[in-house]
């Protein structure tokens, strides 16, 4: 008999076809907020008008921005943040952006809730993996504030408890884990992402679809979870190819965002694969989005995973979903990959094999390299996939 258990996540509600204004100001209202912080980044705050409409919208509620996030959410920006949040005492935060924000806001309320100011601190929060992949969270206090997230990216981080920052000594992104971590509430609006760069949309796009597919490949899987995820990737490889040929189809756009969402109910309810694991550090290594980390490595963990026959048989689902009769799920993903013009190898990326043993090291600690599918005993089998990858 299947024994398991799904864990819901403290989130609230998810708002769509609402401004994200008018959203942000009838959640604080909710909540009784009185003094809103925004944590963005640059482009956004300086480059576009999202957050100046936003801040209109919120009047003198609005008493602080933070724009100085940056990608892979280094851990010295999560303590700059926290100082800056720490000196308005806000009592909503807010980000606005992709999973570099989302993840940095997580950080900070780690931060915040430990009463962390320096960098060295963090070190006693975040996920520990041992040798045997067993993996220890410690045990955080509460934040004293909730965030509320405004998505501009597909990556999904505003769905989970689990945050990420990089330790920029040590070269690998670390795990924060919180039941109050996650956005209370979460925020689509398709209008304030059509400033996103299309390569940035669309790389996360794909690594939405990342999301599902390990779902739905996980060695330990999840009935509600197969379902949401399913149905995810039949809305994403509908909306992509489209948000691609016409960007400012609304419609379309909100339909990724929503395929989004279901594809991230995996997260921290199933155990996820070598595609995130590896991809963690290649990203930490590299400097590569998590977007493009998935496009060049989803295609070869599903061809790494194949020699395993429940996975084999689980990947036929995914072919089904993306439109093949077949059962080649990773040639399903890489015509996808290809129709939205990105890149689908390493080499694409002007990534050089000389930092495959650097990657293959820190991925060997990495939650989600310990939970593949088809287990991964040795920093030879990483060399491999990242091999086939290139």
């Not at 998505?151 to 408890?161: K, P, R, Y």
């Not at 694991?277 to 295609?299: D, E, F, N, Q, R």
Request: net charge negative; hydrophobic share 40%.
């Amino acid at each position: 008999m299947d024994i398991g258990s799904h864990q819901y996540i403290a989130q609230d509600r998810i708002v769509w076809g609402v401004s994200a204004g008018k959203a942000i100001r009838d959640e604080a209202e909710r909540r009784g907020a009185k003094r809103l912080f925004i944590i963005t980044g640059k482009t956004l705050n300086r480059k576009t008008s999202v957050i100046a409409d936003i801040g209109n919208a919120l009047g003198d509620k609005l008493v602080g921005i933070f724009d100085e996030c940056l990608e892979h959410t280094p851990r010295e920006t999560v303590v700059d943040a926290a100082c800056a949040a720490r000196r308005v005492k806000p009592d909503l935060i807010v980000s606005v952006g992709g999973g570099t924000v989302i993840d940095t806001a997580k950080v900070v309320l780690v931060a915040l809730a430990e009463n962390i100011s320096d960098v060295a601190a963090l070190d006693r929060c975040h996920i520990a993996v041992d040798a045997t992949g067993e993996r220890t969270s410690p045990d955080l206090r509460a934040p004293p504030v909730r965030q509320i997230a405004v998505s501009t990216t597909l990556s999904g981080a505003e769905f989970s408890c689990l945050g990420g920052a990089v330790d920029q000594q040590r070269h690998i992104k670390d795990g924060y884990y919180g039941a109050y971590l996650c956005p209370a509430a979460v925020i689509l609006d398709p209008a304030i992402t059509l400033p996103t760069p299309e390569w940035l949309w669309l790389s996360t796009g794909i690594r939405a679809l990342d999301h599902a597919v390990e779902s739905i490949c996980s060695r330990a899987p999840n009935p509600l979870v197969d379902a949401c995820a399913l149905r995810a990737l039949s809305l994403l490889s509908e909306a992509l190819p489209r948000n691609r040929c016409v960007p400012d189809d609304l419609e379309a756009r909100l339909q990724a965002q929503q395929g989004a969402w279901l594809a991230s109910q995996g997260i921290l309810r199933v155990d996820y694969g070598a595609s995130h694991g590896i991809g963690h550090s290649l990203g930490a290594i590299t400097g590569l989005s998590h977007g493009y980390t998935s496009c060049v490595l989803l295609p070869a963990v599903l061809r790494w995973n194949r020699e395993q026959p429940e996975n084999r048989e689980r990947q036929k689902w995914v072919a089904e979903q993306l439109g093949d009769s077949g059962d080649d799920a990773a040639a399903s993903v890489e015509t996808l990959i290809e129709r939205l013009g990105l890149p689908g190898r390493l080499r694409d990326l002007g990534i050089d094999r000389s930092c495959f043993d650097s990657v293959a090291q820190g991925a060997m600690g990495n939650l989600w390299v310990n939970t593949n599918p088809r287990a991964i005993r040795s920093r030879e089998d990483i060399l491999s996939i990242l091999e086939a990858a290139y």
